[in-house]
């Protein structure tokens, strides 16, 4: 399994030439070019997915629910998949589509409905809205990003507020929340508000001792704690839909298949 993927886009190449050839895209020809990405992972042994953030430029449509719920109805081959819609940030944070870009370049500010929300009210409005559209697990970017246009990666953008707002507005509604961080205090403020893990970590460090030790170590965090363990159901893959040669599964999906 994998519990860190974006199947609705294709990151290969440059990065930069491939942000402005979305501009130039709709959402019909994400839906057909996501298909091939969902029938690649299944052929390459991955049961089960965890696809953290699908948001396209200036839409509000859910490619990754679409995708999922098309494989669930044996439409197109891929494997069970647990989606996060849109992931949610800050006003010019990593999420923010328009940063980087001249102001009103895309004729309105995003707001939460397009994930990007500014205090703890507008982000709690935010979760109950991409659980509303079919989130089984929460994202949010709670520090800079390498990709990002006009922030600094290391930088925390939420509030300790927003970051409370965040978790128990999530759990209040019986998902996981998984938060994007690669700064230190960033990491050391999602710790202790009870995040379910932590994508990156790049320059998280172990050294610092106010994180709540009762707090659990997502370093190491199981498939449960990621909403992936027990009581989910058996992916669908290219055999179940009459397209493989084989019906072995293999050990993994064997392993999944009783989970």
């Given at each position: 399994m994998?519990?860190?993927?974006?199947?609705?886009?294709?990151?290969?190449?440059?990065?930069?030439?491939?942000?402005?050839?979305?501009?130039d895209e709709n959402i019909s020809q994400l839906a057909l070019e996501m298909i091939p990405n969902a029938r690649a992972?299944?052929?390459?042994?991955?049961?089960?997915?965890?696809?953290?953030?699908?948001?396209?430029?200036?839409s509000h449509d859910f490619?990754?629910?679409?995708?999922?719920?098309?494989?669930?109805?044996?439409?197109?081959?891929?494997?069970?998949?647990?989606?996060?819609?849109?992931?949610i940030g800050a006003t010019g944070g990593h999420f923010d589509d328009t940063n980087g870009f001249r102001d009103m370049l895309f004729g309105?500010?995003?707001?939460w409905s397009d994930g990007i929300a500014d205090g703890p009210d507008a982000i709690r409005k935010a979760v109950r809205f991409e659980?509303?559209?079919?989130a089984d697990v929460i994202k949010a970017a709670v520090s800079g990003g390498v990709l990002s246009l006009a922030d600094e990666v290391d930088v925390p953008q939420f509030t300790p507020a927003e970051m409370a707002a965040l978790v128990d507005e999530t759990h209040r509604l019986r998902k996981k929340v998984a938060?994007?961080?690669?700064?230190?205090?960033?990491?050391?403020?999602?710790?202790?508000?009870?995040?379910?893990?932590?994508?990156?970590g790049s320059?998280?460090?172990?050294?610092?001792?106010?994180?709540?030790?009762?707090?659990?170590?997502?370093?190491?965090?199981?498939?449960?704690?990621?909403?992936?363990?027990?009581?989910?159901d058996r992916p669908i893959s290219a055999r179940d839909s009459g397209e493989g040669e084989s019906g072995d599964r293999g050990a993994l999906g064997d392993v999944l298949a009783t989970r």
């Open positions: 994998d519990a860190h993927t974006h199947l609705t886009f294709d990151y290969s190449g440059n990065y930069n030439e491939r942000r402005l050839r979305m501009l992972t299944i052929e390459a042994g991955f049961t089960s997915v965890r696809d953290v953030g699908s948001g396209f430029p200036n490619p990754d629910v679409s995708l999922r719920n098309a494989i669930n109805k044996g439409v197109i081959p891929g494997p069970r998949m647990l989606v996060a819609t849109h992931g309105a500010e995003p707001d659980v509303k559209n079919g938060v994007h961080c690669h700064g230190d205090e960033a990491a050391k403020e999602a710790i202790n508000a009870g995040v379910d893990s932590i994508e990156h320059f998280h460090e172990t050294r610092y001792a106010p994180v709540d030790e009762a707090k659990r170590d997502l370093s190491h965090a199981d498939l449960d704690g990621l909403g992936m363990g027990h009581g989910q």
